[in-house]
């Protein structure tokens, strides 16, 4: 008897195997034609759109002209060595000569100076050793054995420039003289400064005793800017006159401020004078107007008797800051950036379904304040890529903003992501694609 083929087939199943089948081969096609799609119609123009609001560079030159003054004219100074920088930025705004080294006289006691705030121990006693007590002057008068309040003879050391008070001072510190002088290279490498090198805590001339003009004015940015005792050291040198006693109560000290910049140029902080034989005379000075501190220090400006070329050079140094440069906001410059797309294996782009904001607060920690000059130009320059390749982790690179002036990088700023994507799998795919033709 012949069979019936047909008999036993199975129509329920055959029906789902071929609707199953039927839907894959849809589904590819489906997603080919919207790798198509996002390949050409998407890149053309979202991701065009993206490069366009995200360009590779910015001049903003012309938008910051308004606000910044002309340049001054010419001026001379007597100093044989000068720099005037920004105390924020640290940007050089005037230089003369300023990376030779020269000895530094007493300014080396503004490093001894911020050492002693850091060290942090202001009642420490301090015992006066001979060889203190032995130092020529200026000086205090110390004797051999007599105790002083350690906060009391920092005033003796920045407002009189007492010799014999600054070695009882690395003498506490550091052990000896030697070994405090150990520390103030310690704290000058640290703080990146190349030409720097102490013998001495109170600037006596000393073989290889010695600095730069551009360094001596880091020193000074870094005291009155960035030490932790920065306020401690502002007090101190703005402080006309101070009073104190030996700790015995036997004698009693008196010392004035002889920092004549201090009273003589509108918003002074002063700092500190130096003279010796060899350095000539020096001085390290600070005054803040419009927002802006500017640190000058001139170096050999002049020998006995021209003991006011130092107040001279001075005070043209911080008249040409303040006329020549005005302190910007830059990061009010900046455009808003858009999303860049995600893309999941190769060419596949997905970022139809997800792209990676630009945080803008991550550019700024608050605000970039910049002095600039009449012809200073600016580039914003953005390091953008055209997609990112999934998966993203949190904390991934994935653009780079700089500010570029007069050819120099002075800002730089990687942008992270601030959360993880996964790869795509086949599941978001169709997704995908079934609300673009279904929905």
Not at 154 to 170: K, P, Q
Not at 382 to 396: A, E, R, S, T, W
Request: charged share 20%; net charge negative.
């Amino acid at each position: 008897m012949k069979k019936n083929f047909m008999s036993g087939f199975d129509f329920a199943c055959f029906s789902k195997v071929f609707c199953t089948t039927l839907l894959i081969i849809s589904l590819i096609l489906l997603c080919n034609i919207k790798r198509e799609f996002i390949q050409n119609d998407f890149k053309r123009d979202f991701l065009m759109e993206t490069i366009e609001q995200n360009p590779e560079s910015i001049d903003i030159t012309e938008r910051v002209y308004d606000t910044v003054s002309e340049d001054d004219s010419p001026f001379s100074l007597h100093a044989a060595s000068a720099c005037l920088i920004d105390a924020s930025s640290h940007r050089v705004l005037y230089d003369k000569s300023c990376d030779k080294p020269l000895p530094m006289a007493s300014t080396t006691k503004i490093m001894t100076c911020i050492l002693a705030l850091e060290y942090n121990h202001p009642e420490d006693s301090v015992e006066v050793s001979a060889y203190a007590a032995r130092m020529p002057k200026v000086k205090l008068g110390m004797s051999k054995g007599e105790h002083y309040r350690l906060n009391d003879l920092l005033y003796s050391l920045m407002l009189e420039s007492h010799n014999d008070t600054a070695v009882a001072i690395a003498e506490h510190i550091g052990g000896s003289v030697e070994g405090f002088s150990d520390l103030m290279n310690k704290k000058a490498a640290m703080l990146g400064l190349s030409s720097t090198h102490f013998v001495t805590p109170n600037g006596l001339d000393a073989k290889d005793h010695h600095t730069t003009a551009k360094e001596l004015s880091l020193i000074a940015a870094y005291c009155i800017n960035e030490s932790p005792a920065k306020d401690l050291f502002r007090e101190i040198i703005s402080t006309p006159t101070y009073s104190f006693s030996e700790e015995s109560g036997r004698r009693s000290f008196t010392v004035n401020n002889k920092d004549l910049f201090l009273t003589q140029y509108e918003g002074a902080l002063g700092i500190k004078t130096g003279f010796t034989g060899k350095a000539g005379y020096c001085f390290v000075g600070g005054a803040t107007r419009n927002d802006m501190t500017l640190i000058s220090a001139v170096l050999a400006s002049g020998w006995p008797p021209d003991k006011a070329f130092k107040w001279q050079d001075t005070k043209a140094l911080m008249d040409y800051g303040f006329k020549a440069y005005s302190v910007q906001e830059l990061s009010k410059y900046f455009p808003d950036y858009k999303p860049i797309p995600l893309c999941s294996g190769g060419s596949y782009c997905a970022s139809g379904i997800k792209a990676l904001p630009v945080d803008k607060t991550q550019i700024f920690d608050g605000s970039v304040n910049y002095p600039l000059k009449k012809n200073d130009r600016l580039i914003i320059k953005n390091q953008f890529p055209d997609h990112i390749n999934l998966p993203v982790n949190k904390g991934d690179p994935i653009a780079c903003i700089s500010i570029i002036l007069n050819d120099e990088t002075i800002y730089e700023k990687t942008i992270t992501s601030q959360f993880s994507v996964a790869k795509y799998n086949y599941h978001d795919i169709i997704k995908f694609v079934l609300e673009y033709f279904l929905i």
